[in-house]
């Protein structure tokens, strides 16, 4: 497998992910959006620039989306007391708690339709490597990647 092709795995399996979670406005936003909303619900109270470092966006891609999303009630933002300088975002309460109450979306159906198939074991067999390939690639694996 090539890079290109691993990056292209990437986006269809982040397509499938998008159609596998609950309709709340989140499918409709950008990429690049979404990244830094995800970013911050995996590391709360983190600064613009770490969100930045984590998602390789330029810093002022990181603001836009920041403000965009504090302006939609998704994320909320806060003058970091030990470095004045610096602005802390965390997600919303709201939805921290909404996002909790909800069931979890299985992924069964996008895969069947993405293979293009109704065969139960197929499925099975392609979810199941897709959580091996989760619990192997943990969400720190990119920055081991880029040390």
């Given at each position: 497998m090539?890079?290109?092709?691993l ?9 499938l ?9 989140f499918n409709e936003l950008?990429t ?5 909303l995800v970013?911050?619900?995996?590391h709360?109270?983190?600064s613009?620039?770490e ?12 603001s836009?989306?920041v403000?965009?999303?504090?302006e939609g ?6 003058v ?10 965390t997600?919303a ?6 996002t909790?109450g909800l069931?979890?979306?299985p992924?069964d159906?996008?895969?069947g339709?993405a293979?293009r198939?109704?065969?139960p074991?197929e499925?099975a067999?392609v ?5 091996t390939?989760a ?7 990119l920055e081991?990647l880029?040390a």
């Amino acid at each position: 497998m090539t890079g290109l092709e691993l990056f292209l795995l990437g986006r269809t399996l982040m397509k499938l992910g998008e159609e596998s979670i609950h309709r709340a406005g989140f499918n409709e936003l950008p990429t690049s959006v979404r990244s830094v909303l995800v970013d911050v619900f995996e590391h709360p109270s983190t600064s613009i620039r770490e969100i930045a470092a984590r998602t390789g966006f330029p810093q002022s891609l990181v603001s836009a989306s920041v403000a965009r999303l504090r302006e939609g009630g998704a994320l909320v933002t806060a003058v970091d007391p030990v470095d004045r300088r610096r602005t802390l975002v965390t997600p919303a309460p709201e939805l921290v708690g909404v996002t909790a109450g909800l069931a979890p979306v299985p992924i069964d159906g996008a895969v069947g339709v993405a293979l293009r198939t109704d065969d139960p074991a197929e499925v099975a067999e392609v979810v199941l490597a897709l959580e091996t390939l989760a619990r192997r690639l943990s969400p720190d694996a990119l920055e081991r990647l880029r040390a």
